[in-house]
């Protein structure tokens, strides 16, 4: 018999046993991080589990709404990202103009826009499509218990390594200076200005929708939808992303970011089995960088929001039921996802970021190498896409 607790947030079909883990894993891990770094970073951890239960409940990933909406024209998912950027530029926006908030300092990522932000995403976005996930996305699925995701993952993290090693080859590539919409336009017209564009790009793929299928998926609905169990609206996460990054922003001083943990998780093993000595290289010699490789991963806010993606993800799977690690991969998706993954890497290193970082922190920050990362992103996912069947993975989408 079930007990009142397992009564109240369990579902019939949920896996206790997974449930329970996760709950575990996720309150000894916030009180070893509030011992061992501090209150700060344990909310940073608790904010990257909410990030991965949005992201798991809505399967809300961009490698799958890209592809969607290229070969069907079903575009939900990506108008969800327009909600979801939307909302961020309207939070972020007035916060980083006022340069504070509640006494936090705060920053956003306004980066370069060049030929190495173009040639990075087009790898990335190839990447993405082998690889079944973008940086969001293979950390939530492999949480999920997806076993091609753990194989991506691990190539990802190799990636974004050699991506660092190698970074001489890049750097003097020709770039604009890293421009700021709202410095260079003033508040209110840059946030006019990304509001039309969002809400124009939302049209348009309303439309297309529309003349291919004869419907538009809604963004609000979704049959039997549960806070607990799933499956979310689109808009649901979407609203919970913006509001998550946010308050990462509010928390850590700067938004939501990702693949900079895969550097220094690769750098450190290098370190460890003695393959290289990364403190020499050119890339961990910036200021800004060099005390991570050094500094405890207790310390270390994106670690710890990316393990906390992770384990959230775990819980959400745990609750719907649906966690089943299958570890039966054929040998060309298996090839795939080891390609996909260092092309994802490698292209984030030099894209200075992933879909999360470049993209969507990048264009709720108002710098321009956000919109430039997914202008080249779009074509490498429709090279991917084209790529898919060499490696016997499904190109078409369900109907």
């Known amino acids: 018999m079930q007990d009142r607790t397992t009564g109240l947030f ?134 999920g218990g997806d076993t091609r995701s753990v194989i991506t993952l691990v190539f990802f993290v190799t990636g974004m390594t050699l991506g660092a090693w190698d970074i001489e080859r890049w750097e003097t590539l020709p770039a604009l200076p890293p421009i700021s919409l709202p410095g260079t336009l003033g508040l209110w017209p840059a946030l006019a200005l990304n509001l039309a564009v969002l809400a124009g790009i939302a049209w348009l793929l309303t439309q297309r929708e529309k003349r291919r299928t004869g419907q538009v998926e809604p963004l609000f609905r979704r049959p039997k939808a549960s806070f607990l169990s799933g499956p979310w609206p689109l808009a649901w996460a979407a609203l919970a992303l913006a509001l998550l990054n946010f308050a990462t922003l509010l928390i850590a001083g700067r938004p939501w970011g990702i693949t900079q943990a895969f550097a220094t998780w690769g750098s450190r093993f290098a370190e460890s089995v003695g393959w290289a000595d990364p403190v020499f290289w050119i890339y961990w010699e910036d200021p800004t960088r060099i005390d991570l490789l050094h500094r405890s991963l207790a310390q270390d806010a994106t670690h710890l929001m990316n393990v906390g993606l ?90």
């Open 310 to 399: 992770v384990l959230g993800a775990f819980l959400a799977a745990g609750l719907a039921g649906r966690f089943a690690p299958d570890w039966r991969v054929g040998l060309r998706p298996l090839l795939a996802a080891v390609i996909g993954g260092l092309l994802l890497g490698y292209g984030a290193r030099m894209a200075f970021g992933c879909n999360i970082s470049a993209f969507f922190s990048g264009v709720a920050s108002g710098s321009v190498h956000g919109w430039v990362w997914i202008a080249a992103a779009i074509p490498g996912n429709i090279v991917g896409i084209w790529l898919r069947p060499l490696f016997a993975l499904q190109t078409k989408v369900a109907s």
């Open 10 to 143: 369990l579902s019939h079909g949920a896996q206790r046993p997974v449930f329970m883990l996760a709950v575990a894993a996720l309150l000894i891990g916030a009180v070893y991080v509030v011992v061992n770094g501090s209150g700060r970073l344990a909310a940073l951890w608790l904010v990257g589990a909410g990030l991965g239960f949005a992201l798991y409940h809505a399967a809300f990933g961009f490698t799958g709404a890209y592809r969607t909406c290229i070969v069907s024209g079903r575009s939900g998912a990506v108008r969800a990202q327009m909600l979801m950027l939307a909302v961020a530029v309207l939070l972020f926006f007035p916060a980083l103009a006022a340069g504070s908030v509640f006494g936090q300092p705060v920053r956003g990522f306004v980066f370069p826009a060049g030929w190495e932000v173009v040639i990075g995403a087009f790898l990335f976005g190839i990447g993405m499509q082998l690889g079944g996930g973008c940086a969001s996305g293979t950390l939530y699925t492999t949480g």
